[in-house]
């Protein structure tokens, strides 16, 4: 049944996170994490997509009878290679062990398998700039309130750095960075890309000397100078299990 239900999540994410699931052609078995109310299991469904829907807890608005209580941050309830795809949106910046948990979807994901993940774009120029003056990225714009923990707090804010070098280093391979949208305000500080290219790639190649790390290294820096990262205001990353 077709409904609308409220996607938690900047604008256009939950297309642009779909139609990398989508673009190698059928993604089999799916596994939604963190569900929520379900607005991305809703879509998968709706377009007759294999999908598992899982979460801390069920506040699901879909009916799924393939969901299950998950924690995040500890093993999840599937057997090895038990799904073909993984979607995680928005969620991985929450988690206390993002470590963790990338190596719970390589164990879980088949191999050739992919996992799809959206997260705060803390590369772009404006959340540095933010981050420059009040050392706070954009999505993450005051102190946590530590009175009040909660699952929803951004904990884990993940830079594109970051990332890869926790999905690499478990059996992951990036082949896709996009992001949602770019909002008009993020073209005003196009003016620092010249200075801000010049000094990263001296640092790069300064500070590396392993010759295989320095090759990585330029490919680090020609995904961080390419619109999705400059200016985008998610992150959206497609990565193949190897």
Known sequence: MHQHIPENTSKNTHNI????LNDSGDPGKVLD?????GAFTNRLINQEKSVYSADIE??????????AVADMNKVLPYDNGFFDSVVCIDGIEHLE????????????????????ISTPNINSFRSRWRWFWTSHHNKC??????????????????SYQRMRYILHT???????????????????YAIFIPFSWVFTNWVFKKEEKDKVQRKNNQEIL????????????TMIIKAIRK
Do not use: D, Y
Request: net charge positive; proline share 8%; charged share 20%.
């Open 33 to 37: 994490i963190p569900s929520g109310a």
């Open 222 to 233: 020609s995904t961080l100078f390419k619109t999705p990262l400059l200016f985008g205001e």
């Open 170 to 188: 478990n059996g992951f391979k990036i082949v896709q960075v996009k992001t949602n949208r770019v909002k008009l305000i993020s073209w005003i």
């Open 141 to 158: 714009k005051v102190p946590l309130n530590e009175e009040k923990p909660t699952p929803l707090h951004h904990i884990n804010m993940m």
């Open 17 to 20: 996170v779909f139609e990398l």
């Open 58 to 67: 069920n506040i699901m608005k879909v009916e799924n009878p393939n969901f």
């Open 97 to 116: 062990n993002p470590f963790f948990f990338i190596r719970e979807c390589s164990r879980v994901i088949k191999q050739e398998g992919q996992i799809v």
